[in-house]
Each structure stands twice: as C-alpha cells, then as structure tokens.
T-cell receptor, first 112, second 113 residues
Framework: GENVEQHPSTLSVQEGDSAVIKCTYS??????FPWYKQELGKRPQLIID?????GEKKDQRIAVTLNKTAKHFSLHITETQPEDSAVYFC???????????FGRGTSLIVHP | SQTIHQWPATLVQPVGSPLSLECTVE??????LYWYRQAAGRGLQLLFY??????ISSEVPQNLSASRPQDRQFILSSKKLLLSDSGFYLC????????????FGQGTRLTVV
C-alpha cells in the first residue's frame, strides 16, 4: 500500500518568512495529492490539491509542487502570518482507491 | 451542498463503558465514509472505511467497531472503552473511487477516565 512520509514534524518561522513542508510517497500509481490544514481543536480542511498531470499549482500565498519522478511533493507558504499557525497534513491517493494516505502532519508555528 | 454532521463534540466516559459516535452526511448519495483517530493532536490514523451499506473495512485491530446501517450514516462503537481509546475522532466522507478530497466532520474529543 501507499506510504507517505512528511517532514518536518515541527516548523517554526517568523512572520513574513516562507515555510516549506515536504512529503514523499511510495506508490507511483498515486495521482491525487491534497493538503489539509487543521487549526487547534478543529477539523482538517483542504487548502490546496494537485493532480499528477500538473507540476505546480498556486493559490495566493500557497503553492504546491509535485515531482512525479522523485515521488515527492511540497507545500510552500509565502509571507507567513500568525493565522497560518496550524498542523498541516499532506496526503496521497491512488486513482481508484477509496483511501487517502496521510502524512503524520507538520505543526507550523508562525511567530509575530 | 453537502454537509457532514458528527456528534457529540466532546465526551468523557469511564473505563469499561460503551461508546457510540454517530456521523451523518447530507446532500450526497453513496459516499465513502471513514473514521479516523488522532492521538496527541497529530497524525490521522484510519480506523474504518465503508464504501456501501453494511460494508465495513477495518484498517487497524482495535477495541472498536463500525457499522453503516444507512447509506449516509456511519457509527463508531465500543463495548468496553479502554484508557488508550482517548483521542480525537474524526468522521470523513469522499465521493466514489475518483481521486477527490475528503471532507471531515467537526470531530469528537473522547476522554476515557
């Protein structure tokens, strides 16, 4: 089955800096890669996703890149703000699979 | 639009007591349904998933069970809770076998005392 590794487990940055979270996956058949943000005590919510036919996707301060050959994808947050502080999860899902496989999460702390 | 409801939001139960958490989805039919547990505020551990009424797949041997009595209802149960069952339980749904996002319920904070 799919295995998703996520790094780092904790990331501390100053407001305005950029933050990068990296994930690797094992199943070359995976073709959908969502990122979720979970604020303290709340549900995870999708913030951005990318499919395997695209190498990069951007939405305002958030971007995701995908390298299919190396089987890794990354979340980039620019101009970080305190409200970006949360746990971020990457996931990978194979087309035809019912189950997304999640990374273990990255706790992002943005210091004012 | 689709919505997912999960209750209760918080629950404190004594060791050895039973558990029943309920999740319902509105605005869609034949969803895939999932129960996750999140311990220590971090990783999402898949407990059960269901692709149809009465169809339950267990990912991890647990002191827990799941049932899907109706198309849009998913229930997580235990006959006798253990201290180690404490955690944040999340129900989620997704659509079909296509690669799409999972939508999470608000979660239930379970504390076993």
């Amino acid at each position: 089955g799919e295995n998703v590794e996520q790094h780092p487990s904790t990331l501390s940055v100053q407001e305005g800096d950029s933050a990068v979270i990296k994930c690797t996956y094992s199943d070359s058949a995976s073709n959908y890669f969502p990122w979720y943000k979970q604020e303290l005590g709340k549900r995870p919510q999708l913030i951005i996703d990318i499919r395997s036919n695209v190498g990069e996707k951007k939405d305002q301060r958030i971007a995701v890149t995908l390298n299919k050959t190396a089987k890794h994808f990354s979340l980039h947050i620019t101009e970080t703000q305190p409200e970006d502080s949360a746990v971020y999860f990457c996931a990978a899902r194979e087309g035809g699979s019912y189950i997304p496989t999640f990374g273990r999460g990255t706790s992002l702390i943005v210091h004012p | 639009s689709q919505t997912i409801h999960q209750w209760p939001a918080t629950l404190v139960q004594p060791v050895g007591s039973p558990l029943s958490l309920e999740c319902t989805v509105e605005g869609t039919s034949n969803p895939n349904l999932y129960w996750y547990r999140q311990a220590a505020g971090r990783g999402l551990q898949l407990l059960f998933y269901s692709v149809g009424i009465g169809q339950i797949s267990s990912e991890v041997p647990q002191n827990l069970s799941a049932s899907r009595p109706q198309d849009r209802q998913f229930i997580l149960s235990s006959k006798k809770l253990l201290l180690s069952d404490s955690g944040f339980y999340l129900c989620a749904w997704g659509q079909g076998a296509m690669s799409t996002e999972a939508f999470f319920g608000q979660g239930t904070r379970l504390t076993v005392v």
